[in-house]
T-cell receptor, first 113, second 112 residues
């Protein structure tokens, strides 16, 4: 079965510092991969996705992620954190048939001023 | 905004009562999904639909049923609510062939 592991349930960075949120997946076939962000008391917003092609994908709000097949990873990065980035972030992998998403447990990002 | 609404947004109900949550979309998407969100578990798929009257189970389908009689509406029913079904429920659609899923605002359900 597919699974997604997000290392670190809480990550704290200073404003202006690099953001790195880790995601590893298990899959027997090349997966489709996604990052979502959730602000308090809101739904989930798609940040970026990887399906095929270029392994470095850029998303909204300055985030990007790199698909590394050899490491079964899809880590999310942003060069410079902003206070507005404070939220919970979810990595997800898609089971191709029906595009059913399997989510990681989430990482809460705190940005310190 | 993918034109997804959920109703009700909040509900408190007693153990053993039936509950129906509604998801409504305005853009004629074929695929619709119901997830539940619980701390430490992320989101988990309950059921999904790939067309009118076409549905299938997800990871945590026990105690839940769904129906889709119209493209725009996907209903989730808890036949006899239990305290373990206290959760936040999200509906989602898949946008065309993009594999991108877009989520509704959620329904917070409390079973007392």
């Amino acid at each position: 079965a597919q699974s997604v592991t997000q290392l670190g349930s809480h990550v704290s960075v200073s404003e202006g510092a690099l953001v790195l949120l880790r995601c590893n997946y298990s899959s027997s076939v090349p997966p489709y991969l996604f990052w979502y962000v959730q602000y308090p008391n809101q739904g989930l917003q798609l940040l970026l996705k990887y399906t095929t092609g270029a392994t470095l994908v850029k998303g909204i709000n300055g985030f990007e992620a790199e698909f590394k097949k050899s490491e079964t990873s899809f880590h999310l990065t942003k060069p410079s954190a902003h206070m507005s980035d404070a939220a919970e972030y979810f990595c997800a992998v898609s089971l191709e048939y029906g595009n059913k998403l399997v989510f990681g447990a989430g990482t809460i990002l705190r940005v310190k001023s | 905004d993918a034109g997804i609404t959920q109703s009700p947004r909040h509900k408190v109900t007693e153990t053993g009562t039936p509950v129906t949550l509604r998801c409504h979309q305005t853009e004629n998407h074929r695929y619709m999904y119901w997830y539940r969100q619980d701390p430490g578990h992320g989101l988990r798929l309950i059921h999904y639909s790939y067309g009118v009257k076409d549905t299938d189970k997800g990871e945590v389908s026990d105690g839940y049923s769904v129906s889709r009689s119209k493209t725009e509406d996907f209903l989730l029913t808890l036949e006899s609510a239990t305290s373990s079904q206290t959760s936040v429920y999200f509906c989602a659609i898949m946008a065309g062939d993009t594999y991108e899923q877009y989520f509704g605002p959620g329904t917070r359900l409390t079973v007392t």
